[in-house]
Structures are given as structure tokens and as C-alpha cells.
DNA sequence: CTTTCATTCAACCTATTGGTTGAATATGGA
DNA sequence: TCCATATTCAACCAATAGGTTGAATGAAAG
């Protein structure tokens, strides 16, 4: 599963770009149950985007850095990629419209 | 739906990015019917990361440059909120060892 | 024409996802 | 000690995703 597909679970992430929250905070915002939200951040968790520091009965969770930088090496080799064959594409209409 | 969520799909763009290619040739290097492949890339489609060229009864796909500039977009602003608050928790961890 | 080839359409099946609720666990505070 | 708070666990449910097969469409080739 890509943790990433969720919009809920992007949501959180970019909550989470502002500094540690706990589970109820994160899930304040949501018109779901608490529940749900707990599911989404063990996803996160499981995907190693997110990390946990429990401090008696709150958790607080925070972003991982670390898969981020691979996602974006992967869109950069693919923008290799496309930029080429876009290239490609021009001079074939280029050519064309002589 | 992320049209990028499942790993076909991203196998289908990937070898999109050498030029672009009917179904079947697509298709040929999964273990799964041309039927399913189809899907995929009407998946890929709808989401406008591919655009298709009929000539006759032949099919030929290939990519569509403009949504990968927007995801790398917003990949580059993620990581400027993720590196902030990597930031700060050195900061943080800095200030706890001495 | 009839047949073959490239592709999609339509109906169907199963596993997974994203949500729910209710109970369990564990910490904190009166 | 007793109750409230923070969180997870477990069981369940509906919708969707990803696959299948078989029939339909439409172009090419014999």
C-alpha cells in the first residue's frame, strides 16, 4: 500500500511539517472518529513517514525525514525521463511542420 | 484514486519513458491479461499522466509531461516543511546532551 | 466477405481499504 | 482509591480496487 495515497494521511503529514503532535490533536480537525485517525498514523508509521516519542499516556508523533528524499530522487529520475522523450517530441514536430 | 499508488502503473510509465507504445506491447511484460493492463491505463488516463494516439486499430500511448512538474512541486514543498522541523529537532537534541 | 488482430465494454469476484463502534489498557489527577 | 483522559485493540461493515472471463467493436489482411 502507498502510505502517500491517502488524503487524510497527506493531511497529516503536512500538519505534522509544523512541528509534533499528539493522536488527539492530529485528529481534531477530521469529521472522523478518533479510531480512524489512529489507523491512519500507524499506516505512516508502518511506512516509516512518520516516528513516535510516548510520553506517559500521550503520543506524540512527528515527521521522519528520511523516505522524502527517496520519493524525490524518484520523481527527479522520472522527470529525466519525461523531459526527454518531450524533447523527442518537439523535434518530431518540428520536422513535421516544415 | 493516486494514479501513481499502484505499482503497474508506475511500471507502465516508466517504460513509457523510452517512447511511447501500443497496448500490447505494454502489456506483454506482466503476468496479467491485456484486459487489466487496458484498465491501468485508462487509470493513467483519467489522471492525464499518459495520452493516447489511435492510428487505425492500433493504440499508442505515451507520457503527459505536465503533471510531474506538479507533483514535484509539491514534493519540493513538503520537503521544505520537512527539513524545518528536521531542523529544529537537532536544535532540540543539541540543547538536551549538554 | 471472412478471418484475424487490437482494443474496449460489461459483468462478475475477491481482497483490501477506510471507516464504524465498543471494550481494553494504562497514565494522570481528585 | 476512583474517575477521567489518551490511546490502542478487536470485530465488524460498506465501498472500491484490481483482477478475471466472455462478448462487442472496428480495422487490416487473406
Same mark, same amino acid.
Given at each position: 500500500?502507498?502510505?502517500?495515497?491517502?488524503?487524510?494521511?497527506?493531511?497529516?503529514?503536512?500538519?505534522?511539517?509544523?512541528?509534533?503532535?499528539?493522536?488527539? $490533536?492530529? !485528529? %481534531?480537525?477530521?469529521?472522523?472518529?478518533?479510531?480512524?485517525?489512529?489507523?491512519?498514523?500507524?499506516? @505512516? *508509521? +508502518? /511506512?516509516?513517514?512518520?516516528?513516535?516519542?510516548?510520553?506517559?499516556?500521550?503520543?506524540?508523533?512527528?515527521?521522519?525525514?528520511?523516505?522524502?528524499? $527517496?520519493? !524525490? %530522487?524518484?520523481?527527479?529520475?522520472?522527470?529525466?525521463?519525461?523531459?526527454?522523450?518531450?524533447?523527442? @517530441? *518537439? +523535434? /518530431?514536430?518540428?520536422?513535421?511542420?516544415?
Amino acid at each position: 500500500m502507498l502510505a502517500l495515497a491517502d488524503p487524510t494521511r497527506r493531511a497529516i503529514l503536512q500538519r505534522l511539517g509544523s512541528g509534533e503532535a499528539r493522536v488527539t $490533536e492530529l !485528529a %481534531a480537525p477530521f469529521a472522523m472518529s478518533l479510531n480512524a485517525v489512529s489507523k491512519h498514523i500507524r499506516v @505512516l *508509521e +508502518r /511506512a516509516e513517514l512518520v516516528s513516535r516519542r510516548r510520553a506517559g499516556r500521550e503520543h506524540f508523533l512527528s515527521l521522519n525525514p528520511k523516505p522524502l528524499d $527517496e520519493a !524525490a %530522487a524518484w520523481i527527479d529520475e522520472q522527470r529525466r525521463f519525461w523531459t526527454q522523450s518531450l524533447d523527442a @517530441l *518537439e +523535434r /518530431a514536430l518540428a520536422e513535421h511542420e516544415d
